[in-house]
Every structure is written in C-alpha cells, then in structure tokens.
C-alpha cells in the first residue's frame, strides 16, 4: 500500500508487516518465511522417504512382494524425468504388496505431487526469483493478480499433496499393521 499507494490485497499486506515486526533482524521478512517452508518441506519429504524405505522393507519382509529394488525408493526422487513417474510406481507397488486395496488413492496422490510441482514451477517461471521468493513491495503491480493467484493455488495445492500423503501413508501402515504384515509398533513411528 506505501510503495503503490492502494491496497490491493490487505490481508497479504497485514501478514507482511507482521512479519516484518516479529523478525528481530532486518531481512526481507518472506524471504525469512520461504526458507522455513523450504527446511519443513525438505523434511517433509525426507520423512516420506524414510516411511517409504521402511514400509517397503516390512512388505518384503513379511510376505509382500514388491516388484521395485529398494534403491528405486530413494534413488527414485532423484533420477530427472525419471522422478516423474517411479515414486508413483514405487508407492503404489508398496501399496499393492501391502494388501491396501484398490490403489486409487495412490492415483490421486501423485496427480497432486505433479500439480504441486507444476504450480511451484509456474510460481517460478512467471514471477521469476523476486516473485517466486515473494517479496511483495518489489512485486511488479500489474503482475500482482495472476502472481497472487498463482501463489493461493500454489498453496492450496500444497495442502493438498500434504493431506493426500498423510492419507496414503496411514493406508499402508494400517493395512500391514491389519493383515500381519508389520507388527504395529514398527510402523506407528512413520504414520504419525
């Protein structure tokens, strides 16, 4: 609102100047807040992985048969272009060893990861670094519409894929924890 003289998204503006009083720093208070959503997601997924890793060996152990090597379940993430479709395949194999049932949730998870993707990418790509890190006062005024937009469905889309992935994760773990496959004081450690 000081730097184009109207308000165009006051709660955006509110949650700015919030951040900006608490930081006991002067930095550029987003900047601050991307990192700590960079660090929670990063430990996000290395969680998932790990789950993914353990879950996989319980499947193996106990009577599953899953078709992947377990490498595949870590090296999976990391391989580009690969990593588009073997953590889906990988999942859903472990899915399939753990007796889960129908693997339409898995379907659903990963077409979330992939949107997430897509839209953090969009983020990037049409906001470029300045935007995509959300420094608002710096943020180009006739960018703010479809950069705003961008970053609401960024989010949602993140929430999303976070819900998806808490319920994939309880599914397996309950179903070998059910089926013996895993005795539950194993697994309970992953779902929570």
Not at 50 to 71: D, H, V
């Amino acid at each position: 609102m000081v730097t184009h003289g109207g308000a165009d998204v006051p709660p955006a503006w509110l949650a700015y100047l919030m951040l900006d009083d608490l930081l006991l720093r002067r930095t550029e208070p987003t900047s601050v807040v991307g990192w700590w959503w960079a660090l929670c997601l990063l430990v996000a997924v290395a969680a998932v992985i790990a789950w993914l890793y353990q879950a996989r060996r319980e499947a193996e152990r106990l009577g599953g048969t899953p078709g992947w090597a377990p490498w595949w379940v870590v090296g999976g993430w990391f391989v580009p272009v690969a990593n588009l479709v073997v953590p889906y395949l990988v999942v859903r194999d472990v899915w399939r060893a753990s007796r889960a049932g129908p693997a339409g949730p898995v379907g659903r998870w990963w077409a979330s990861v992939l949107v997430t993707l897509l839209l953090q990418s969009a983020i990037w790509w049409y906001g470029g670094a300045t935007a995509a890190s959300g420094v608002l006062e710096r943020t180009a005024l006739d960018t703010r519409t479809v950069a705003y937009s961008l970053w609401t469905l960024g989010t949602v889309a993140v929430v999303v894929t976070a819900v998806l992935t808490g319920r994939v994760v309880r599914r397996v773990t309950m179903a070998q924890q059910g089926n013996g496959l895993a005795p539950a004081h194993t697994l309970n450690y992953y779902a929570s």
